[in-house]
């Protein structure tokens, strides 16, 4: 089975399709009649444009998903760009400074970093130094998550890895109750005495399972078989995981911030836990993938499209050739095996 559309920031043929589906346009905003989500298109290096975006709101927590400079999937688009080291740079002290100043004065900061084993391990290690320059920030927490497919060669190790920074402006909260993940306690020993009594690892903690570190071993990374797949989106993040960063770093009822929407994760995830989310995309094609993950979701309960296209008033080539492989499956096995969200 293969989605219905291919990358859209990397087809030309299939953005010139969509581009007129989109309802914003640059400097839009889409308010949210229910909730009260944002969703607007601007360039998050545009502190005016962050404020027009903000209302003049101050928010509890930004998950920022930025552009690698790494070239995905072998192509640099104008959404996933390959930039010139120091033009990465500005663009990230730009679009960092405008976050910082959109914070509490008690704020958490998580930012998703690449680093490129070809080529130095750049832009990691010069991101988290160009950070240093906010003596606002102080750092919380290096996390790995862990994604459970990777690719790889035969000449080095499977590369399965995703790095995920953590600052905290000021001193926010930090809900450790929540978070707690799916895996059971199963390490017997480490004996240690408390309150007077020998205890051993079973009996502490607050939780049968096992508590989230800074390595995350139980998130997948999304493909096409999940439901909350968003074909034609090659920088997807999980909503496990954002779910996780929302849970520990905000409140119900407080607004988050993602200046890089992309799939529309944050804004899905504060949906579902109670949560407002002000978001924007430097492209109205992801802007408006972003408003609609939202509306189907509220309509249907599902998180995403599994293989199907987010445009289904939209002719492509891929499209018609997977309907056509839909037509010939039997009816119990497309009820089994895929979403039967209708064309």
């Known amino acids: 089975m293969k989605e219905e559309i291919a990358r859209i920031d990397g087809d030309p043929e299939l953005y010139r399709i969509l581009e007129p589906l989109c309802r914003l346009r640059k400097g839009d905003v889409w308010e949210d009649p229910e909730k009260g989500h944002r969703v607007g298109v601007f360039d998050a290096t545009d502190g ?6 903000m209302g003049g709101e101050a928010v509890s927590l930004a998950v920022c998903d930025p552009p690698y400079n790494i070239a995905v999937g072998g192509k640099s688009t ?8 120091d033009g990465y740079m500005d663009f990230s002290r730009k679009w960092a400074a405008h976050v910082v100043g959109l914070l509490k004065t008690d704020g958490s900061f998580y930012v998703w970093l690449g680093a490129d084993q070809n080529n130095g391990l750049k832009p990691f290690p010069d991101f988290v130094l160009m950070m240093r320059g906010f003596p606002e920030l102080a750092v919380r927490s290096f996390i790995t998550v862990r994604n459970q497919r990777g690719y790889g060669t035969q000449k080095n190790w499977m590369a399965v890895r995703q790095e995920l920074l953590y600052y905290a402006k000021g001193d926010p909260p930090f809900h450790v109750e929540a978070e707690y993940t799916d895996i059971p306690k199963i390490l017997r020993g480490y004996y240690k005495e408390v309150n007077g009594r020998v205890t051993e690892n079973l009996e502490r903690g607050k939780s049968e399972n096992i508590r989230a570190g800074n390595v995350w071993v139980d998130v997948q990374q999304v493909f096409y078989r999940m439901e909350e797949n ?19 770093s905000s409140g119900e009822g407080e607004a988050v911030f993602d200046p890089f929407a992309h799939s529309g994760t944050t804004l899905l995830s504060a949906e579902r836990l109670g949560r407002r989310c002000f978001c924007s995309d430097i492209d109205p094609v992801f802007a408006e993938i972003t408003i609609r993950r939202l509306e189907r979701y509220r309509k249907t309960g599902k998180l995403g499209w599994q293989w199907h296209t987010p445009f289904p008033e939209a002719k492509t080539e891929r499209r018609e050739a997977s309907a056509d492989l839909f037509g010939e499956m039997n009816e119990s096995t497309a009820h089994n095996t895929i979403d039967t969200y209708p064309k």
């Open 78 to 85: 104008r959404s996933l760009f390959q930039n010139d080291l």
């Open 230 to 248: 968003v074909p034609g989106c090659y920088a997807q993040k999980t909503l496990k995981a954002v779910d996780r960063i929302l849970h520990a």
């Open 48 to 53: 005016s444009d962050m404020k027009k975006l």
